[in-house]
Structures are given as C-alpha cells and as structure tokens.
C-alpha cells in the first residue's frame, strides 16, 4: 500500500512565506515525476510546479520567481518553498507523485490528501 501524505500548509500574511512537504512511502520501486497541484473554491485544480527524478522543474507562470520545488530522492520527499506569497495563492495544495511499485511494472498516480494554505492580513 503506497500513501502521500502532504504537511506545512497553514495561515499567513501577504509578503510571506511557507514551505510544504510531501513524502511517499511503502512499497514503492522507483518515482519519476513529482508535483503539487492547487484547487482554489470554485476553481479547477491547476498544476503549481513538478520535479523530474533527474531534477528537471516546470512551473506554473503565476509562480514563477516566489516558488521553487525541489526533491530528496532518497526519501521519496518533494518540496515547496513559497515566498512573497498573495491571497490569490489561498488555496488547498496537493502532491502527486508517479510511481512505479515494481521493475518494470507501469506508473500509477497517487495524490495525498491535501493541505490548506491561507494567505491573508
């Protein structure tokens, strides 16, 4: 059984700064793409930024320059670092990792549960 399990979301300030955790864990054989998506109320759920395995970063235009994602291989952790953050940034944010569970086998997506990210004064 494979879980996504996200951490570090919370409320602050415009201007501020938060940084959001994502680990997977379980019998899990090797991981290529990352990712944190977020869905504003109302809104549909849009891809913030992913990370390849060798490192590669892609990132939404709306955040481009404020975030930056990065990963830890070793323990199956992507990473958000949000800086100069804007009330339009408010939104529940979520993992999503594809993976692999044996050698050779395809790749399953799985999303954690998600993480609520206030910004306001």
């Known amino acids: 059984q494979v879980q996504v399990a996200e951490s570090g979301g919370g409320l602050v300030q415009p201007g501020g700064s938060l940084r959001l955790s994502c680990a997977a864990s379980?019998?899990?054989?090797?991981?290529?793409?990352m990712a944190w998506y977020r869905q504003a109320p109302g809104k549909q759920r849009e891809l913030v930024a992913s990370i390849t395995d060798g490192g590669r970063t892609n990132y939404a235009d709306s955040v481009k320059g404020r975030f930056t994602v990065s990963r830890d291989n070793d323990k199956n952790g992507v990473y958000l670092q949000m800086n100069s953050l804007k009330p339009e940034d408010t939104a529940v944010y979520y993992c999503?990792?594809?993976?692999?569970?044996?050698?050779?086998?395809?790749?399953?997506?799985?999303w954690g549960q998600g993480t609520q990210v206030t910004v306001s004064s």
């Open positions: 379980g019998r899990i054989f090797s991981i290529n793409v």
């Open positions: 999503n990792t594809d993976l692999r569970l044996y050698n050779g086998g395809p790749y399953f997506r799985y």
